[in-house]
């Protein structure tokens, strides 16, 4: 079976640089969500969408932007990174609102030095 | 204040033997999800099993059952039979607002479980 595709799976960048997380979502799944997951840490909800309008907002730094395409792909764009943003960055998909499953990606390790 | 707690950092147990994991919640929403999620060291995150609060039985899936006990506000894992491959850090999380449209999930801080030969 199909699942939620992030790329890259890994990602290295500098201070002060920007980065673009990508997700695709299960086929037909019409909502995303992303977390962060810092090491040792649980996930932090960033961010959701569902047919493509933002459906609720978490602790996303205002240095973060996202959105969710047509195609019902998402974004995650991240500019002037910071150290502390080195983390797990998790997209999950789920069918309609209000269906309670969500599919994690495997994640985009991103490292900022 | 914490919406999720997980008081057991780590766990061991016997391969073969059942093991409860536990959840505990803090939310005044009436309509509000809770779930299990296993992440193994290779760090995906595997949905387990799901309760809603309106749920009048207990969710059962496999191996894995949830203990929810609404009054008493928690949720707890058992996994029955364990296996080796069963070691992971697992995850309690909670939606809120599932009628009023809420998507943010919290997570707690997990709890670590060791299965021995």
């Given at each position: 079976a199909a699942g939620v595709i992030q790329s890259p799976r890994h990602l290295i960048k500098e201070k002060r640089e920007t980065a673009t997380l990508k997700c695709y979502p299960i086929p037909r799944h019409d909502t995303v969500y992303w977390y962060q997951q810092g090491p040792g840490q649980d996930p932090q909800f960033l961010i959701s969408f569902y047919e493509k309008m933002q459906s609720d907002k978490g602790s996303?730094?205002?240095?973060f932007s996202a959105q969710q395409f047509s195609d019902y792909h998402s974004e995650l764009n991240m500019s002037?990174?910071?150290?502390?943003?080195s983390a797990l960055y998790f997209c999950a998909s789920s069918l309609g609102g209000r269906s309670y499953e969500q599919y994690f990606g495997p994640g985009t390790r991103l490292t900022v030095t | 204040a914490q919406k999720i707690t997980q008081t057991q950092p780590g766990m061991f147990v016997q391969e073969k033997e059942a093991v409860t994991l536990d959840c505990t919640y803090d939310t005044s929403d009436p309509s509000y999800g809770l779930f299990w999620y296993k992440q193994p060291s290779s760090g995906e995150m595997i949905f387990l099993i799901y309760q809603g609060s309106y749920d009048q039985q207990n969710a059962t899936e496999g191996r894995y059952s949830l203990n929810f006990q609404k009054a008493r506000k928690s949720a707890n894992l058992v996994i029955s039979a364990?296996?080796?491959?069963?070691s992971a850090m697992y995850f309690c999380a909670m939606r809120e607002g599932l009628r009023t449209g809420g998507f943010k999930t919290i997570f707690g801080a997990g709890t670590r479980l060791f299965v021995k030969a």
């Open positions: 996303i730094p205002d240095r002037s990174l910071e150290l502390g943003d | 364990s296996q080796l491959g069963d």
